[in-house]
T-cell receptor
């Protein structure tokens, strides 16, 4: 089976940097994905790490350490529109399991 | 728009009634997933298709739930004898296998059971 853990809430101010952590336990591991979901909207893909290391996409970066069963999403130059829920997810062979989500609130 | 399409977007039903949701994935995608999401929670995996074959079904899914993908294109999710606990957003997602670990989600079908 698979399980992923994330902090439930994070708060930061506009312009700041925030890191959202994800730890996982899986019987088979194929990488770690990150999704953003605004209230009332559908989850949208942000990034995917198949290998250890850092992946950068604009203001967002994602990191994976397989040896530590750990990853994080780093959001830089926070904007108000980044207020949303963020989910780590792992494609575990046949299914695709999501973490419980971290609600990010960006304050002015 | 060639994204994932779901309908109906909202469904209100009385307890004990049957409901069916439809998902039209991105046309070239061979994988299709159904998830259930309640407020403040992450998407909960329900079932998964590779083309027309249902390859995995969550152990949390009772026998009141059934899903089909008859020709490897659109899919339906049926809930029989609905209960109030079935009230949730039902999300469909599709992907291409092999792919970069990205699921494309529809806007979801919100079910309210009275």
């Amino acid at each position: 089976g698979q399980s992923l853990e994330q902090p439930s809430e994070v708060t930061a101010v506009e312009g700041a940097i925030v890191q959202i952590n994800c730890t996982y336990q899986t019987s088979g591991f194929y990488g770690l994905s990150w999704y953003q979901q605004h209230d009332g909207g559908a989850p949208t893909f942000l990034s995917y790490n198949a290998l250890d290391g850092l992946e950068e996409t604009g203001r967002f970066s994602s990191f994976l350490s397989r040896s530590d069963s750990y990853g994080y999403l780093l959001l830089q130059e926070l904007q108000m529109k980044d207020s949303a829920s963020y989910f780590c997810a792992s494609p575990g062979g046949q299914n695709f399991v999501f973490g419980p989500g971290t609600r990010l609130s960006v304050l002015p | 728009d060639t994204g994932v399409s779901q309908n109906p977007r909202h469904k209100i039903t009385k307890r004990g009634q049957n409901v069916t949701f439809r998902c039209d994935p991105i046309s070239e995608h061979n994988r299709l997933y159904w998830y259930r999401q309640t407020l403040g929670q992450g998407p909960e995996f329900l079932t998964y298709f590779q083309n027309e074959a249902q390859l995995e079904k969550s152990r949390l899914l009772s026998d009141r739930f059934s899903a089909e993908r008859p020709k490897g294109s659109f899919s339906t999710l049926e809930i029989q004898r609905t209960e109030q606990g079935d009230s949730a957003m039902y999300l469909c997602a599709s992907s291409l296998d092999p792919g970069p670990g990205e699921l494309f989600f529809g806007e979801g079908s919100r079910l309210t059971v009275l």
